[in-house]
């Protein structure tokens, strides 16, 4: 019963998570939902039970560094698939820094799930409740960046923390599951469901608003420095 409990959880966050993104993501001038992107997650969520729920896609002995070679790879693969589709890296890149940092608020809702599942012994105690704190933590911290950058209220310093935080939690996260973890749990745990799907979205979803940082501070200096030499001429 307990099985069948925790995995409806998982795929019911991972539907909450795509039904969130395709909200933010239509949060623009033609007000659109993105329903071809919606249906592609949602066919990558199908793909990804398929393979965990009949344990088809890692052999159960497999090696911690092997496993998070995998995790890098997949998250190297998502990143090829979101930026080699010029109509997907158009969108991606016009995002503004309030929906990159919106769309780290659903892990809100996947740190209260880790918590849950730590509290019913479905995972390690203290990696559950850890996790579940840095999730929620990281979820809120996007959200208040977001905030703060929608006011004007010293909003870059904000978006630079949560990234930071919420990078370094993601990659702690999935080293820990694969170096520590993975003979408790095994590699088809409901945990995965996490790790393939949102983890690799919001790891880009960083790195793009990252890079959109540290672009508007360099134009921002060109700009000071045009200025300054025009007033000494």
């Given at each position: 019963?307990?099985?069948n409990?925790?995995?409806?959880?998982?795929?019911?966050?991972?539907?909450?998570?795509?039904?969130?993104?395709?909200?933010?993501?239509?949060?623009?001038?033609?007000?659109?939902?993105?329903?071809?992107?919606?249906?592609?997650?949602?066919?990558?969520?199908?793909?990804?039970?398929?393979?965990?729920s009949n344990?088809?896609?890692?052999?159960?002995?497999?090696?911690g560094?092997?496993?998070?070679?995998?995790?890098?790879?997949?998250?190297?693969?998502?990143?090829?698939?979101?930026?080699?589709i010029?109509?997907?890296?158009?969108?991606?890149?016009?995002?503004?820094q309030?929906?990159?940092?919106?769309?780290?608020?659903i892990?809100?809702?996947?740190?209260?799930?880790f918590?849950?599942?730590?509290?019913?012994?479905?995972?390690?105690?203290?990696?559950?409740?850890?996790?579940?704190?840095?999730?929620?933590?990281?979820?809120?911290?996007?959200?208040?960046?977001?905030?703060?950058?929608?006011?004007?209220?010293?909003?870059?310093?904000?978006?630079?923390?949560?990234?930071?935080?919420?990078?370094?939690?993601?990659?702690?996260?999935?080293?820990?599951?694969?170096?520590?973890l993975?003979?408790?749990?095994g590699?088809?745990?409901?945990?995965m469901?996490?790790?393939?799907?949102?983890?690799?979205?919001?790891?880009?979803?960083?790195?793009?608003?990252?890079?959109?940082?540290?672009?508007?501070?360099?134009?921002?200096?060109?700009?000071?420095?045009?200025?300054?030499?025009?007033?000494?001429?």
């Open positions: 019963m307990f099985s409990f925790f995995v409806s959880s998982a795929i019911s966050l991972d539907v909450l998570m795509i039904v969130y993104t395709m909200w933010v993501l239509s949060l623009n001038k033609s007000g659109k939902m993105p329903w071809s992107i919606g249906a592609a997650m949602f066919a990558w969520l199908f793909g990804l039970h398929f393979f965990i344990q088809l896609v890692f052999p159960r002995n497999i090696s560094i092997s496993f998070l070679m995998i995790i890098f790879a997949a998250v190297g693969l998502v990143g090829a698939m979101l930026f080699s010029p109509a997907i890296r158009k969108r991606l890149l016009e995002l503004t309030e929906q990159l940092m919106l769309m780290q608020g892990r809100v809702f996947f740190g209260a799930g918590l849950m599942q730590a509290a019913l012994a479905h995972m390690p105690l203290n990696f559950g409740l850890i996790d579940g704190f840095t999730h929620v933590t990281a979820g809120f911290l996007g959200l208040v960046a977001a905030f703060t950058v929608s006011k004007g209220l010293y909003g870059k310093s904000r978006v630079l923390f949560a990234n930071i935080f919420g990078l370094a939690d993601i990659l702690i996260v999935a080293s820990s599951i694969a170096l520590v993975l003979p408790d749990m590699p088809h745990h409901t945990m469901y996490a790790v393939f799907l949102p983890a690799p979205l919001w790891l880009w979803f960083h790195v793009i608003s990252l890079w959109k940082l540290y672009s508007s501070s360099a134009n921002a200096s060109v700009a000071i420095n045009v200025k300054s030499v025009n007033a000494v001429i």
